[in-house]
């Protein structure tokens, strides 16, 4: 994973299929936009599934779930889960495996601990990274190979799975960039998130949602990274639910539908 952005979306967007010949989505303008205040806090429990394509073929599914309350070095933190998988067709030339965890500290959202496990293809990776806040160090270790590497933290950090969360939870108003520092494979790109406008999207099968449309911008060290695009669109109310992501990337376009079944539940929470 290169970018925080498309580690996320790997982890959300390898997904079962929509519907051949169709379209997935389409925008129409939305003349008096409202954006409700954000929920402060992720909900337990809440479980987003998410259905995908890459040149329009079925890929696989994923999902994304706060689990539980857990506590990590006397702390109570939100527990989450993702996880990314190929389906049939892709993983009869390319398997993709992919699961992370991520804990959240429950007061401040910044994370206290993050694994992954993955599996792309002929790749592997196993890792565990702790965050210090008291010395402002990240330790990440391999359980592969074994190595061990600190990196310094700045102050405002997320990792690619609790960014998610903490993007959930801004005030935010278009035209009006939010700056962070996302850590991701032993590195800190500082992102800029671009609420462009808002709109409304029509879903297949879902139903029409009033959204805010988000583009995640990353640099390191100065330099964008443009090895893909990422635009999410988020509802507007205080879920602030990814409704559908689409990914531009080398390799061609790829699509993340949130499943029915996810909307339903949401909508009880």
């Known amino acids: 994973m290169f970018v925080f952005a498309v580690g996320f979306l790997a982890a959300l967007c390898l997904f079962p299929p929509a519907s051949r010949g169709r379209e997935e989505a389409r925008e129409r303008p939305l003349p008096a936009p409202v954006l409700a205040p954000p929920r402060p806090k992720p909900v337990v429990g809440e479980r987003l599934s998410f259905h995908g394509r890459w040149f329009g073929i079925p890929v696989g599914y994923g999902w994304i779930e706060v689990k539980e309350l857990a506590t990590i070095e006397g702390r109570t933190t939100y527990h989450i889960e993702a996880q990314g998988h190929s389906n049939e067709f892709l993983s009869t030339f390319y398997p993709v495996h992919d699961i992370i965890h991520s804990y959240l500290d429950a007061e401040t959202l910044q ?3 993050f694994e992954k496990v993955q599996r792309e293809g002929q790749y592997r990776a196993e890792e565990v990274v702790t965050f210090d806040y008291k010395r402002m160090t990240a330790t990440y270790r391999s359980l592969l190979n074994k190595s061990v590497k600190d990196i310094a933290l700045p102050p405002r950090v997320q990792d690619i799975i609790s960014v998610f969360y903490w993007l959930r939870t801004q005030p ?10 996302v850590y991701s494979d032993e590195k800190i790109y500082t992102t800029e998130f671009k609420p462009l406008k808002t709109l409304t999207l029509e879903l297949l099968w879902r139903g ?23 635009w999410i669109y988020l509802s507007t109310d205080e879920r602030r639910i990814p409704l559908f992501v ?11 539908l949130i499943d029915r079944a996810s909307l339903a539940d949401s909508s009880r929470r």
């Open 111 to 113: 994370p206290l601990r």
């Open 172 to 181: 935010i108003t278009p035209g009006r960039p939010l700056m962070l520092d």
């Open 208 to 230: 029409t949602f009033p959204c805010l449309l988000v583009e995640p911008v990353a640099s390191f060290k100065g330099v964008f990274v443009r090895r893909g695009r990422v």
């Open 246 to 256: 689409k990914v531009a990337t080398p390799w061609g376009p790829m699509t993340g």
